[in-house]
């Protein structure tokens, strides 16, 4: 889970849950939760913040087909239904630099509440929010603390989406030209896949400002596409689904004729 994904991820859950109340929550072991909105198609969702499986999306499934015993008597799910209770979604913002969403939630009267949902790994978290000041927390710390703040921006990296380009370009292309290497390394959000990728992307031509150019309106296409990686070129993997198709084919032919023979002895 990237920033880039989240970030994505938000735009197209919030506008579907906005001005819906939290109805029902299930806790899914000691990382997971599970909200139910009330959307009319049935979809719950889901949050995940143990580091093997971070997530964050929308699905259909029942509690006890994500969980052998989802719980609803837990003390986070009790301070949330106190606390929650008769409120609505109002907005979702994402933390553009980190893999950190907020969600707020707020009565007429004007009653705010915020659940906070970090995905940074082994520090993952969903918090529960009045003003500044932690209510519950899903995954408690051996030490515990009273008040929210929101990771900090990396003094060392630049953002990849409002710097300068001749700044992001003066960046890749220094210490020996390593794009790779030193786009994961100095730019917000930046993988060592989204490293290759551009590394790819420049290789293929026809000039490092193209290919920025064209990673950057990927990443912030509003209709993103799934893009499969192999560490074979694909041609290789080509050839060889190709002969295996060819093999099975032999093998289904064979087959059929020994038993025609079987059938007519």
Same mark, same amino acid.
């Given at each position: 889970?990237?920033?880039?994904?989240?970030?994505?991820? !938000?735009?197209?859950?919030?506008?579907?849950?906005?001005?819906?109340?939290?109805?029902?929550?299930? &806790?899914?072991?000691?990382?997971?939760?599970?909200?139910?909105?009330?959307?009319?198609?049935?979809?719950?969702?889901?949050?995940?913040?143990?580091?093997?499986?971070?997530?964050?999306?929308?699905?259909?499934?029942?509690?006890? &087909?994500?969980?052998?015993?989802?719980?609803?008597?837990?003390?986070? /799910?009790?301070?949330?239904?106190?606390?929650?209770?008769?409120?609505?979604?109002?907005?979702?913002?994402?933390?553009?630099?980190?893999? $950190?969403?907020?969600?707020?939630?707020?009565?007429?009267?004007?009653?705010?509440?915020?659940?906070? $949902? *970090?995905?940074?790994?082994?520090? #993952?978290? $969903?918090?529960?929010? +009045?003003?500044?000041?932690?209510? *519950?927390?899903?995954? &408690?710390?051996?030490?515990? /603390?009273?008040?929210?703040?929101?990771?900090?921006?990396? !003094?060392?990296?630049?953002?990849?989406?409002?710097?300068?380009?001749?700044?992001?370009?003066?960046?890749?292309?220094?210490?020996?030209?390593?794009?790779? !290497?030193?786009? !994961?390394?100095?730019?917000?959000?930046?993988?060592?896949?989204?490293?290759?990728?551009? +590394? +790819?992307?420049?290789?293929?031509?026809?000039?490092?400002?193209? +290919?920025?150019?064209?990673?950057?309106?990927?990443?912030?296409?509003?209709?993103? &596409?799934?893009?499969?990686?192999?560490?074979?070129?694909?041609?290789? /993997?080509?050839?060889?689904?190709?002969? /295996?198709?060819?093999?099975?084919?032999?093998?289904?032919?064979?087959?059929?004729? #020994?038993?025609?023979?079987? #059938?007519?002895?």
């Amino acid at each position: 889970m990237d920033i880039f994904l989240l970030n994505r991820l !938000a735009a197209e859950i919030a506008p579907s849950l906005l001005g819906h109340r939290p109805r029902r929550l299930w &806790q899914l072991g000691h990382t997971d939760l599970l909200v139910d909105f009330n959307q009319r198609d049935g979809r719950r969702l889901r949050i995940s913040t143990d580091p093997l499986r971070l997530g964050i999306y929308l699905t259909s499934r029942e509690p006890r &087909q994500l969980h052998d015993q989802p719980r609803t008597d837990t003390g986070f /799910v009790g301070l949330w239904r106190k606390h929650l209770d008769g409120l609505r979604l109002v907005a979702g913002e994402p933390l553009v630099y980190d893999r $950190v969403g907020h969600f707020v939630l707020s009565d007429d009267a004007g009653e705010e509440r915020r659940v906070v $949902v *970090c995905l940074t790994g082994r520090t #993952s978290n $969903v918090y529960l929010l +009045a003003g500044g000041a932690i209510i *519950c927390e899903l995954r &408690q710390r051996d030490i515990p /603390v009273d008040l929210y703040t929101d990771p900090k921006p990396p !003094a060392d990296r630049l953002d990849p989406l409002t710097s300068p380009y001749r700044d992001i370009a003066r960046l890749i292309t220094g210490e020996g030209g390593q794009i790779e !290497a030193e786009a !994961a390394r100095g730019l917000i959000g930046f993988t060592p896949l989204h490293g290759r990728e551009l +590394a +790819a992307r420049v290789s293929r031509g026809p000039s490092l400002a193209a +290919a920025w150019e064209s990673m950057v309106t990927d990443l912030t296409s509003p209709t993103g &596409q799934p893009t499969i990686y192999s560490k074979p070129s694909l041609d290789l /993997v080509r050839e060889e689904l190709d002969a /295996v198709a060819e093999l099975l084919g032999r093998v289904g032919n064979s087959q059929c004729f #020994s038993s025609g023979r079987g #059938s007519t002895g």
